[in-house]
């Protein structure tokens, strides 16, 4: 199995940026596209972003604009670049391909809050 170890959240003033990391055991990241996705508080797991083995990704409406999504494949290693973060985008950010296949980590925390 592999192992998604997510980190780089934290709380931040609306507007402000964060980036978040996740790192994967294996190499399983060159062979599937990989997905950022968001639980809010009462709300289901959402994908928010994805990024293809070939380097295409797309974006939540929501999100587009301000969320920019990366990958390492040498590192294992997928980014999330978060700019002009917004209350609603408080939650637990977890990674994990797309479609989701893999045990869930245990997820980043971003509050954004002033």
């Known amino acids: 199995q592999v192992q998604f170890v997510e980190s780089g959240g934290g709380l931040v003033q609306p507007g402000g940026s964060l980036r978040l990391s996740c790192a994967a055991s294996g190499s399983i990241l060159r062979a599937y596209a990989m997905g950022w996705y968001l639980q809010t508080p009462g709300n289901q797991r959402e994908l928010i972003t994805s990024?293809?083995?070939?380097?295409?990704?797309n974006y939540k409406d929501s999100v587009k604009g301000r969320f920019t999504t990366s990958r390492d494949n040498a590192k294992n290693t997928v980014y999330l670049q978060m700019s002009s973060l917004k209350p609603e985008d408080t939650g637990v950010y977890f990674c994990?391909?797309?479609?989701?296949?893999?045990?869930w980590g245990q997820g980043t925390q971003v509050t954004v809050s002033s």
């Open positions: 994990n391909t797309v479609p989701y296949r893999q045990p």
């Open positions: 990024i293809f083995t070939d380097g295409f990704s």
